[in-house]
């Protein structure tokens, strides 16, 4: 595999879950596979899970890893060609992706989108030419559109917790004080929309998703009814996607926040959300401590979604 920033990067689903499994039998079946090659994990954004999960993968397979964080003790990169440089950014990113590619075998990069200029971001400017111009395997870390491995993740974790063939997955839009990008709700959508699965999206007016992500989705507008009789209620937040408002919020609605009320509306549904979450924005403490939650084995499963897709790539060079 030598890019993997959408679910159409890992082949089949089953195939996908089938690699999964074996990493869970035994961590470090292949602990000799990334001896002597160098991961580069680039942050252009901050980050808890995806950089401790992403680097431990990397030393269950035996890679050295370099982190960097672009924006803590890094040039900052200009990333538009023709720009005169005689502003705060001293580096270009056509010759500092070559560099850092030249200083190791596989590139993991981390780079939001913009929320203020809505093409940029929808032709995922920034992790295209690491692809183009790094020579090596590319792999997202969450870019401007979606968040691969966090979804891989989350399909894997409701197939470990499911307990009906075809259940019913909620992707809810919930409230948040900021702006934050559509990229986990389009990338869960994407790989939702690969499985047999009941698959509905509930959101306020207004906050529709790509159609492009959308897909074959049901879409409720009705929170109370779309929770009924699901399996899994998926919470997660995104700024508006259409019109000239793109990556703003138009209102905090609070009366979308998960709680133990809606959560009975649910055929004794399981609580996922990517982390961070703003508890009592997003989810009441009482939902997220209950044994409903399913957070903390969601994000464990980081490690493996990112130690399928090295092992791919390694596999590859
Ligand atoms: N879910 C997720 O990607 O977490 P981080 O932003 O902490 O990496």
Known sequence: MKKFTCVHDIGSLERALNLAREVKKDFFAHSHLGDNKTLL????????????????????????????DINQGAW?????????????????????IPVMGSYCDIIGVRAFASLTNKVA???????????????????????????????FADFITIEEFKTVAKPKVVLTWAPHPKALPQAVANSFAEWMNQTDYDFVI??????????????K???????????????????????????????????????????????????????????PVRRNMIV????????????????????????????EMLLSL
């Not at 680039?42 to 808890?48: K, M, P, R, V």
């Not at 020579?135 to 559109?145: D, W």
């Not at 009482?286 to 499963?301: C, F, H, L, R």
């Open 41 to 68: 994990m680039i942050f252009f954004n901050s980050s808890l899970r995806t950089r401790l999960s992403t680097q431990k993968a990397a030393m269950n397979l035996g890679m050295n890893v370099i982190v960097l």
């Open 202 to 215: 509930t959101h306020p007016k207004g906050y529709e998703l790509s159609q492009d992500f959308v897909g």
């Open 76 to 96: 900052k990169l200009e990333s538009e060609r023709g720009v005169i440089m005689d502003g705060d950014k001293p580096e270009h990113i056509f010759e500092a």
């Open 284 to 311: 009441t403490d009482g939902v997220i401590e209950s044994s409903a939650s399913i957070v903390v084995p969601q994000a464990a499963n980081r490690v493996v979604s990112a130690q399928v897709v090295l092992k």
């Open 121 to 151: 971001d929808y032709n995922e400017t920034i992790i295209n030419q690491f692809i183009k111009y790094s020579g090596k395997p590319v792999f997202s870390m969450e870019a401007a559109t979606r968040h691969p491995l966090q979804s």
């Open 217 to 275: 989705a049901k879409v409720e507008y009705d929170q109370s009814r779309a929770f009924e009789g699901a399996d899994f209620i998926y919470a997660k937040n995104w700024s508006l996607f259409n019109g000239p408002a793109y990556g703003t919020v138009k209102c905090v609605n609070r009366s979308w926040m998960v709680d133990e009320k809606k959560m009975q509306l649910t055929n004794s549904a399981k609580f996922m959300h990517c982390l």
